[in-house]
């Protein structure tokens, strides 16, 4: 019987650990893996929805972001603003395949958006990447229990 509190729980999971917040998705799917109670796939298709919607978020924010820059209470200055702008020129798409990273991944989403990246560029390769690691992290996990 499958568990939907633990799927959505999961899911949560994944979805706010792609958005600015300090959450481990990767904790609670190694979990649910070692608990052996629903399918892998399931498991990877559930981590990899929530975490793509919440680079959606992310993506969503780097759109609206350029209308704040010259705030005083906006926390980015628009130098770094530029800055990064820049440096998602310099590099393009596909540093998108590093969305999957700690600490570089998230704010590379944001990025995105206000680069104004093609929204389904940006959607393919972030699938790629943040299901690609959830795959690659499913694989390591099963081989070792």
Do not use: C
């Amino acid at each position: 019987m499958i568990d939907l509190a633990a799927l959505f729980g999961l899911f949560l999971a994944a979805l706010m650990a792609a958005t600015i917040l300090p959450m481990q998705s990767e904790a609670a799917l190694v979990a649910l893996l070692v608990a052996g109670t629903h399918p892998v796939w399931l498991l990877v298709a559930i981590a990899g929805l929530g975490n793509v919607l919440g680079s959606v978020v992310n993506w969503l924010i780097g759109r609206g972001v350029e209308r704040f820059r010259d705030r005083r209470w906006f926390p980015v200055k628009p130098a770094a603003l530029d800055r990064a702008q820049g440096w998602y020129r310099r590099y393009g798409k596909w540093s998108l395949l590093l969305s999957w990273a700690p600490i570089v991944g998230d704010p590379l989403t944001v990025v995105a958006g206000l680069a104004r990246e093609p929204f389904p560029v940006f959607l393919a390769l972030v699938t790629v990447a943040k299901v690609g690691r959830y795959v690659v992290l499913a694989a390591a996990t099963l081989s070792v229990i």
